[in-house]
């Protein structure tokens, strides 16, 4: 599969690679160039991603670490050998679940990430102190989960900033960690997370909770993903409808399986790291 390395505690595809097609066959296309223009232009990316698979591989240099360097990357994942991994929460809905999850969470001495909208914020404030005074980690979710890339730049620090202040108004807690609507971002929305104090956080295992499958299609997507491993970042939502149901199961398969659970800040490097082509973040 493209992009994806051979190391063993390497496993995520790299959909950065998948990202510059799409945007320069957009940006081609903006300009008329004819549709053979496009394609050749994408298959000489494709190429240079190939031949990057390859010399990862073999233990070289990689080739499209220099692309790579250009654009600014969210955190999907952190380069650990230790058997950790931790499991978030967005939370921008309901909260009927939410007191479930936490006595689950509890019952397992598991920390956690919860990453919440203004609104959600405004409409649960309890739910929130709760959340801090049990020891878990408090992200920001943006104020309206609107699509950060769409936004100007001082939109996006307002996005920010106003939930930054709700929770800090609330609890004391200063927020650092960022995790965008959809998954959607560009190079300004991580720099100007950044300029606010934040890292931007992705995910590397989806449990695809939101589509609503079922308890069985959380624990198998989330125990069998290929992605999955040390350093990994499991998204999952606290509004799901089976997410509660299938958590107690979910978080005894992964200790079966060797992995202890932190939340995000403390997977995290906070200096000292650079990141590689598929967000990746590595020590130096």
């Known amino acids: 599969m493209l992009g994806k390395s051979n190391d063993k505690n390497d496993r995520q595809t790299s959909g950065v690679l998948i990202q510059y097609f799409h945007e320069l066959s957009d940006y081609l296309k903006e300009r008329n160039l004819s ?34 360097a250009k654009r600014d990357l969210p955190i999907y994942c952190v380069q650990t050998q230790e058997p950790k991994i931790a499991l978030t929460f967005d939370a921008a809905w309901g909260n009927q679940d939410t007191q479930k999850i936490m006595e689950i969470l509890k019952k397992h001495h598991v920390k956690v990430t919860f990453f919440m909208t203004g609104g959600w914020v405004d409409t649960y404030p309890e739910d929130v102190k709760m959340i801090l005074a049990e020891g878990h980690d408090l992200g920001n979710h943006s104020q309206n989960h609107k699509n950060m890339s769409q936004l ?133």
């Open 35 to 68: 549709r053979k223009a496009v394609t050749m232009a994408v298959a000489v990316l494709m190429l240079t991603g190939l031949v990057g698979v390859h010399y990862r591989a073999s233990g070289s240099l990689l080739p499209t670490s220099a692309a790579a």
């Open 152 to 284: 100007s730049d001082s939109e996006k620090e307002t996005e920010l900033m106003s939930v930054h202040d709700k929770v800090k108004a609330l609890t004391g807690y200063e927020m650092f960690l960022f995790r965008p609507p959809y998954g959607d971002y560009d190079n300004a929305v991580v720099s100007t997370a950044k300029k606010c104090g934040y890292y931007t956080i992705q995910w590397d295992v989806d449990s695809l909770d939101w589509k609503d499958y079922g308890v069985e299609s959380i624990l198998k997507t989330v125990t069998q993903n290929e992605h999955l491993g040390n350093g990994s970042i499991i998204l999952c939502h606290n509004g799901a409808k089976y997410t509660a149901e299938a958590l107690d199961a979910l978080i005894t398969a992964l200790k079966d399986s060797g992995y202890t659970f932190v939340p995000v800040s403390e997977l995290i490097y906070r200096d000292g790291y650079h990141m590689d082509h598929e967000g990746r973040q590595i020590k130096d």
